[in-house]
T-cell receptor, first 110, second 116 residues
Framework: TQLLEQSPQFLSIQEGENLTVYCNSS?????LQWYRQEPGEGPVLLVT?????EVKKLKRLTFQFGDARKDSSLHITAAQPGDTGLYLC??????????FGAGTILRVKS | GAGVSQSPSNKVTEKGKDVELRCDPI?????LYWYRQSLGQGLEFLIY????????KSGLPSDRFSAERTGGSVSTLTIQRTQQEDSAVYLC??????????????FGNGTRLTVT
């Protein structure tokens, strides 16, 4: 059983389209992180959200942490081929052990 | 180097053999993690070291897996009597402190292990 459920598992869209990736759990997290991973490389941190209801923007990426700190979303506006990759959410609980979701594979076609 | 370094980058081994995977964390980082990633999947936690504290081994899948961290720096993950289901990418990450909130994980590029 996955502690963090990500959806969709796979997303293939055209350049310029918008998309949203979801990360849901029945557990409360003290913070939640989003990572992006490209083939052959390790994940790279995009953002950390801490406060319930928090919204952070990183250029065309908008991250939101749910009010109850159990879920999060990543919205990409006007996707570009360079956004292609595996997007992972990770939640921090007691003990500082990060728990990762299964990831969303995003493919943006030009 | 400036980042987390893992070696080897690729390892092919025969079923039943032992393998050692090495991780050099970022200098000064006190926390070190090992994760396992199957093809295109999320990360499965294996083990976590923080300073001189006893490691959190709760994610190790069997007693064939062990890890050590010498001198609070380099870590080695050992898999004994490898099985085909051990085939995966093994990722190491380090962070400056134990807190993931203000001390994000920095990952290496992983070791791709293939057991034939």
């Amino acid at each position: 059983t996955q502690l963090l459920e990500q959806s969709p598992q796979f997303l293939s869209i055209q350049e310029g389209e918008n998309l949203t990736v979801y990360c849901n759990s029945s557990s409360v997290f003290s913070s939640l992180q989003w990572y992006r991973q490209e083939p052959g490389e390790g994940p790279v941190l995009l953002v950390t959200v801490v406060t319930g209801g928090e919204v952070k923007k990183l250029k065309r990426l908008t991250f939101q942490f749910g009010d109850a700190r159990k879920d999060s979303s990543l919205h990409i506006t006007a996707a570009q081929p360079g956004d292609t990759g595996l997007y992972l959410c990770a939640g921090a609980r007691r003990g500082n052990k990060l728990v990762f979701g299964a990831g969303t594979i995003l493919r943006v076609k030009s | 180097g400036a980042g987390v370094s893992q070696s080897p980058s690729n390892k092919v081994t025969e079923k039943g053999k032992d393998v050692e995977l090495r991780c050099d964390p970022i200098s000064g980082h006190t926390a070190l993690y090992w994760y396992r990633q199957s093809l295109g999947q999320g990360l499965e936690f294996l083990i976590y070291f923080q300073g001189n504290s006893a490691p959190d081994k709760s994610g190790l899948p069997s007693d064939r897996f062990s890890a050590e961290r010498t001198g609070g720096s380099v870590s080695t993950l050992t898999i004994q009597r490898t099985q085909q289901e051990d085939s995966a990418v093994y990722l190491c990450a380090s962070s400056r402190t134990a807190s993931s909130y203000n001390s994000p994980l920095h990952f290496g590029n992983g070791t791709r292990l293939t057991v034939t």
